[in-house]
């Protein structure tokens, strides 16, 4: 006992809601869709509605982020991490709906981001 009570607290890193929620929330939307595929879109799309369509896909990120933040500073997230904020806040049956889509989404991503790296890798060999 006289061990731990010697022990200096140990303080969490806190970031806040810009640098905690919303510019990684973007940042995995966003991701290789936005950086990558932009060009693809524009030639597929044309000038105008390539924009449109892109400008239309940001708001509704940035409202997505937004919402997030929100959710996530209504209290103190605890382990569990996304799924126990969302089923704190939206109740057990939407948080447990929610997540299954979260787990299979970034699953999805994580396929779309190696493709993506290795397109990138590929220009840059070739």
């Known amino acids: 006992e006289k061990a731990d009570a010697n022990k200096a607290p140990v303080t969490a890193n806190k970031l806040g809601w810009m640098e905690g929620v919303f510019m990684p929330c973007l940042l995995n939307i966003w991701g290789v869709m936005l950086f990558l595929r932009l060009t693809w879109v524009i030639g597929q799309a044309g000038m105008v509605e390539g924009l449109l369509l892109m400008t239309v896909a940001n708001v509704v990120t940035t409202v997505t982020t937004l919402s997030m933040s929100a959710v996530c500073t209504n209290g103190q997230i605890k382990g569990g991490g996304v799924y126990y904020m969302i089923s704190r806040s939206l109740g057990p049956e939407f948080g447990g709906a ?19 790296f290795c397109e990138s890798l590929l220009d840059m060999l070739t």
């Open 98 to 116: 929610i997540g299954l889509m979260f787990t299979l989404a970034n699953s999805i991503a994580v396929a779309m981001y190696v493709i993506g």
